[in-house]
């Protein structure tokens, strides 16, 4: 083994002062940019982002070492101006520098998610009652016309976060639900997008017009949230127990009231870290769904054979997560669409704490760390025909059960840093598009070209606006 000074440096971009390797990179979603270069360069790349060293990571094997090897090490994360406005300065979890505030987080977060707040019986209960209203929601939209089901998605998914972190919902017509999707929309088109403003941070003392939207998307975002905030805790304080997120990070805050703690959990502190839940609970999922009906109206008969063994397995039965083995084709064609299209393609930047070395090469403190999980995903070493939509990569010869390929396959990352809701994204995708698919059939408008498949590059890949179908199953109880 090399000692980090003695290891050689990864082969790297040009690079020119102040702009950084930008010239050389090619053009188009940064994804797939950086994919290109690693088949030209190899699986560990220098750049520089502006002034700021880098390193694209784009192979699993080191990947794994970013992640979890050498998790700690390359536990952090970089300030960017966008993120900063977002979250005022890393006072959350996602953006949040390696540090005691971070670490204290996500273990209040995490224990009231699926330990001492609820529990995947309780998650499972919140989801299946809002699956029910998705799908009686729908009923209205089965006479031909046509339909782009956001909005209708967003707002069963906004109502399973409202009920974890503040015990409350919306309605699909509150003007605060319809608020919410405006300023969403703004932050979503502006936030750690790779825009020019997080290379290069001078450019803030512009007058950009991209940085007052968001101010004014996180102004809004942050007034919404403190009112919820503020009727929840009014309730607390009437004596309901604090079994919700908000209740958690609120009982925290007091228990650690006079002690070195209660820095890390002032009201900003608070109000970040639910932002983050509110904000990754929703876009990250509402976007995997549209992605999942996109490729089900492209691939019709993989969805009639979903729709088949549902029928044969459930019987009109309504579907429990307990139903996940039983469901082998609709469970590995999530996993691929989790691979195919990743929602964080690139992950949020991590940074190296200290000195280390990373397949074989020197890796300097403070190094910006790109784990590019597109690039792992469409590995063709690890991966048959990897850009082949073949959900049944992911099932056994004989097609009754499903066998995730670990390694390679990292769609909520892992490790310290690894996604909080990877559980409760499970069960909301999978519940919500089971009941879903046994209620309707989905199918492209006449006439109508099938989603482009591509992916529209922002904080997470969306697929663009499309319009669906529905259709009523007669086969259903
Ligand atoms: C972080 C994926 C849903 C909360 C992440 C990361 C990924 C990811 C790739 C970053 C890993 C890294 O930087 O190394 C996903 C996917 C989801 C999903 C694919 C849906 C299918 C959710 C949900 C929540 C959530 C529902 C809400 C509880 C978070 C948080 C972090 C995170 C708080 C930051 C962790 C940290 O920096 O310590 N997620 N996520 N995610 N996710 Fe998720
Ligand atoms: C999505 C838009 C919201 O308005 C704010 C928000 C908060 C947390 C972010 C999320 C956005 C995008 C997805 C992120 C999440 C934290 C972790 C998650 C980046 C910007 C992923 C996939 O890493």
């Known amino acids: 083994l090399h000692s980090s000074s003695s290891a050689p440096l990864p082969p790297s971009l040009p690079w020119l002062p102040i702009l950084g390797s930008l010239l050389s990179l090619p053009r188009g979603p940064p994804h797939l940019a950086l994919t290109r270069l690693a088949h030209a360069h190899g699986p560990v790349l220098g750049l520089w982002l502006g002034s700021h060293r880098a390193v694209v990571v784009s192979r699993a094997q080191e990947v794994h070492e970013v992640l979890i090897g050498q998790g700690r090490v390359f536990g952090g994360r970089p300030p960017m101006v966008t993120t900063d406005i977002l979250t005022r300065g890393g006072q959350d979890i996602a953006f949040a520098n390696y540090g005691p505030a971070w670490r204290l987080h996500r273990k209040i977060v995490h224990a009231s998610l699926y330990k001492g ?85 001078w450019l803030r003392f512009l007058p950009l017009a991209d940085l007052r939207s968001l101010r004014a998307c996180v102004q809004e975002r942050d007034s919404v949230l403190l009112s919820k905030m503020k009727q929840r805790q009014a309730c607390l304080e009437e004596g309901s127990p604090p079994q919700d997120v908000l209740g958690c990070l609120l009982a925290a805050q007091h228990a650690a009231r006079g002690d070195l703690r209660a820095r890390h959990l002032t009201d900003t502190h608070l109000l970040m870290t639910v932002g983050d839940i509110f904000g990754a609970g929703v876009e990250t999922t509402s976007t995997v769904l549209r992605w999942i009906i996109a490729y089900l109206v492209t691939y019709p008969k993989i969805q009639a054979a979903i729709q088949a063994q549902l029928d044969v397995m459930l019987e009109g039965a309504f579907p429990c997560l307990a139903d996940q083995v039983r469901l082998p084709l609709l469970q590995a064609t999530i996993w691929e669409v989790l691979r195919s299209r990743p929602v964080s393609p690139i992950f949020i930047p991590h940074v190296a704490l200290k000195n280390t070395t990373l397949g074989g090469f020197h890796i300097a403190r403070g190094t910006r760390v790109l784990v590019n999980l597109y690039a792992v995903h469409h590995d063709p070493t690890v991966w048959d025909d990897p850009e082949q939509f073949q959900p049944g990569r992911f099932l056994s010869s004989d097609g009754l059960q499903v066998t995730p390929p670990r390694p390679h396959f990292l769609p909520f990352g892992a490790g310290p840093r690894g996604c909080l809701g990877e559980a409760l994204a499970k069960a909301e995708i999978f519940l919500l598009m089971a009941s879903l698919l046994q209620t309707f059939t989905l199918s492209l408008p006449p006439q109508c070209p099938a989603p482009n498949l591509e992916g529209v590059h922002g904080v997470v890949l969306r697929p663009p606006p499309f319009k669906v179908c529905l259709k009523h199953r007669s086969t259903c109880a």
Do not use: H
Not at 118 to 130: N, R, T, W
């Open 117 to 201: 707040g609820f529990g995947m019986e309780e998650i499972e209960a919140i989801v299946s009652a809002e699956a029910k209203e998705l799908c009686a929601g729908l009923f209205g939209y089965c006479n031909g016309q046509s339909l782009d089901l956001t909005t209708e998605l967003t707002c069963a998914v906004t109502n399973i976060i409202c009920a974890l972190t503040f015990s409350s919902g919306y309605s699909r017509t509150d003007p605060e639900f319809v608020s919410m999707l405006r300023w969403n929309e703004g932050i979503v088109r502006t936030v750690a997008r790779d825009a020019p403003v997080d290379i290069f941070p």
